[in-house]
C-alpha cells in the first residue's frame, strides 16, 4: 500500500489553485456544457468534446420511450 503524503496547507492551496483555473477553461456555455461530458475521456482525437454515457443511455431511453407510447397510442 502507498504511503501517505501530508502537505502543508500552502501547498494544497497552491495545488487547489491550479486545478481551478484549469478548470475554467471556457466562458459561461462551456461552465454548462461540462457535466454532460465524459468525466474519463473528455476529449477524442480530433479534438472534439466527448459526451457523458449516462446522457448516451438516458437519450437512447427516451427514444425507445417516445417510440413505444407513439406505437401503442395508434394501435387500437
Known sequence: MAELEYISLEEAHARLL???????DGGFLETL?????????QRDDMGRRKAHPLLIVAVILLVLAGAAMTFFSFQG
Open 18 to 24: 491550479v486545478a481551478y483555473s484549469r478548470a475554467g
Open 33 to 41: 456544457r461540462r457535466p454532460f461530458t465524459n468525466p474519463i475521456a
